[in-house]
């Protein structure tokens, strides 16, 4: 049987410390290794070629600012925009940061 491959999308504003230092090393320890991990920050960063060399199942898309709205409950992230740019056929954690 096929493992099912879990994508996890962590949109963010910049690449912070938490996230290069203890986030993405975490991934590394994970047992289940049918994963990729897609980090969606408003603009490329200086770190960005070095952690894709560095960690295989990353991928880091770029995509502007994005605004939030007035309300707490309505976030303007477009529903596609958690399967772009993924190798799932679905995705099975989306995880939505606002930094």
């Known amino acids: 049987m096929e493992k099912v491959k879990v994508s996890v999308i962590i949109p963010i504003k910049q690449l912070t410390y938490y996230l290069i230092f203890e986030n993405l090393p975490a991934f ?25 060399r560095k960690y295989k199942w990353l991928k880091i898309i770029p995509t502007g600012k994005i605004i939030l709205y007035n309300s707490s409950f309505d976030v303007p992230i477009p529903s596609n925009l958690c399967k772009q740019g993924t190798e799932s056929d679905f995705i099975n954690v989306c995880i939505i940061l606002v930094s």
């Open 28 to 52: 590394e320890k994970q047992t289940y290794n049918n994963f990729e991990v897609i980090v969606l920050p408003n603009e490329h960063a200086q770190y960005d070629l070095t952690l894709l």
